[in-house]
């Protein structure tokens, strides 16, 4: 079973910035994409951003411009860098890599 261990979340004023971990100790971390989804209370999870295995980047409209992923193969994580935050970013953020999903960890955007 292959863990994925989420960090990095909490609160933050509008305008603020966190930046969300991903870490894994699979050593084929490198050969596979990670993804960023997100879930809102009531909602369905959506599609934040991916990057692949050899560092191509995709990101949602929602976030284009305001969200960075990254990955370090040699500490076998992945990265969300989240600036600009507004109140609509406040969801349960997970990561998915090669099918497994980490734990989700909690983003509130509020004053």
């Known amino acids: 079973q292959v863990q994925l261990v989420e960090s990095g979340g909490g609160l933050v004023q509008p305008g603020g910035s966190l930046r969300l971990s991903c870490a894994t100790s699979?050593?084929?971390?490198?050969?596979?994409?990670v993804l960023w989804y997100r879930q809102a209370l009531g909602k369905q999870r959506e599609w934040v951003a991916s990057i692949l295995g050899g560092g191509t980047t995709m990101y949602a409209d929602s976030v284009k411009g305001r969200f960075t992923i990254s990955r370090d193969d040699a500490k076998k994580t992945g990265y969300l860098q989240m600036n600009s935050l507004k109140p609509e970013d406040t969801a349960v953020y997970y990561c998915?890599?090669?099918?497994?999903w980490g734990q989700g960890t909690q983003v509130t955007v509020s004053s």
């Open positions: 998915k890599w090669n099918s497994n």
């Open positions: 699979v050593s084929s971390f490198s050969f596979y994409a």
